[in-house]
């Protein structure tokens, strides 16, 4: 009977040893990042004093793609969740982060959402939801967003739609590196509308007036050239 249950209990530590060894060996997960490689250098060259600021609040994606994993297309109808391929941060926290490091870039301006900014200076607000943010693995990443540029205290609000679509190569270095691009291209697209903002304040409607004053039409601005398809549309209002 001893020498049964010895040699039970040995083999339960092979058994256990063998569970322990697999899982040493599993592969890491990989982590990646939205945020432009040159954003700390663009943060480092901002004036100190910049003729306007900006506010990027939090953006809102997809529920399908709210999550750390990375979930990429296997057709029309499917998609796969890659337990190992994974998000540095929340999907909606990668590109806030991007979308202002960029828009702060292009404008050499500052980002002070929940952060406080002198009195009398100018803060355009630039509003984001995603609404399609696809990634098919040596194909394209494709990200469609509404958004809007608001110059706060006012009633002037830019709202416009951008759709992207960024052919890929193959791996997944490829595909996070095409939804950069494709952010890029509605940072510029949000850039050019907050200049175009900028350029009017001052005018009867770029000021407070409890909502009487009819908004200047700003159209929303030209199609990005990159990507496979790329447009903007929308329009102005109060």
């Known amino acids: 009977m001893t020498t049964r249950v010895n040699g039970f209990a ?18 890491p997960a990989r982590f ?56 540095a941060s929340p999907p909606a926290d990668e590109i806030r982060r991007a979308l202002s490091d960029d828009l702060a870039a292009q ?4 980002d002070v959402v929940n952060s406080a900014y002198p009195a009398g200076v100018p803060v355009y607000r630039v509003s984001v939801n995603v609404q399609r943010f696809e990634s098919w693995p040596a194909k394209r990443a494709a990200i469609d967003a509404v958004w809007s540029v608001r110059a706060v205290g006012t009633q002037v609000v830019m709202t416009c739609r951008t759709s992207v679509a960024e052919p890929v190569g193959d791996g997944y270095d490829a595909l996070v590196a095409g939804h950069r691009r494709a952010l890029d291209a509605i940072a510029t697209q949000a850039a ?5 903002l900028a350029a009017r304040r001052g005018g009867p409607a770029a000021t407070a007036s409890g909502g009487k004053s009819a908004a200047p039409l700003v159209p929303c601005p030209a199609n990005p050239t990159s990507g496979d398809a790329a447009g903007a549309t929308g329009k102005a209002g109060t």
């Open 192 to 196: 050019a509308g907050v200049r175009a």
């Open 107 to 110: 404008l050499g301006t500052i």
């Open 10 to 27: 040995s083999g339960a530590a092979v058994v256990f040893a063998a569970l322990a060894l697999a899982a040493c060996s599993s592969p």
């Open 32 to 87: 990646y990042t939205l945020s432009p490689a040159d954003a700390a250098l663009a943060t480092r060259t901002a004036p100190a004093n910049p003729p306007f600021l900006i506010e990027v609040p939090s953006v809102g994606v997809p529920e399908q793609v709210a999550k750390n994993q990375l979930v990429v297309q296997k057709n029309a109808a499917q998609v796969d969740v890659l337990e190992l391929e994974r998000w």
